[in-house]
Nanobody, 124 residues
Framework: VQLQASGGGLVQPGGSLRLSCAAS????????IGWFRQAPGKEREGVAY????????SYGDSVKGRFTISRDSAKNTLFLQMNSLKPEDTAVYYC??????????????????WGQGTQVTVSS
């Protein structure tokens, strides 16, 4: 049971990428899902979040206005549209399902079903 992120790659500053998060063996419908990223030498950072039943969204301060999280429940897939990318967005991006609700959405300890991430590199 895991969530698999895909769609990463190399993009120039100012460019766009669309990441996908597909579920294997677990449904994402009705569950809260988060996107996180981790750059070398840095802690895992919450990027975006979508709640389970109302699809309300939250974003990290560094990506507000540039990233958009959405889901296609029929396809059991989640998306992260990333626009106006910056070199500091370079990281491995992960998606995970929120299983505990005792803290903020960007607390990675509340999530499970982490899969292998996808590398995003923003460079000219």
């Amino acid at each position: 049971v895991q969530l698999q992120a895909s769609g990463g790659g190399l993009v120039q500053p100012g460019g766009s990428l669309r990441l996908s998060c597909a579920a294997s063996g677990v449904t994402m419908g009705g569950y809260s899902i988060g996107w996180f990223r981790q750059a070398p030498g840095k802690e895992r950072e919450g990027v975006a979040y979508i709640s389970g039943y109302y699809d309300s969204t939250s974003y990290g301060d560094s990506v507000k206005g540039r990233f958009t999280i959405s889901r296609d429940s029929a396809k059991n897939t989640l998306f992260l549209q990333m626009n106006s990318l910056k070199p500091e967005d370079t990281a491995v991006y992960y998606c995970a399902r929120r299983m505990r609700y005792g803290g903020n959405w960007n607390d990675a300890d509340q999530y499970e079903y982490w899969g292998q991430g996808t590398q995003v590199t923003v460079s000219s």
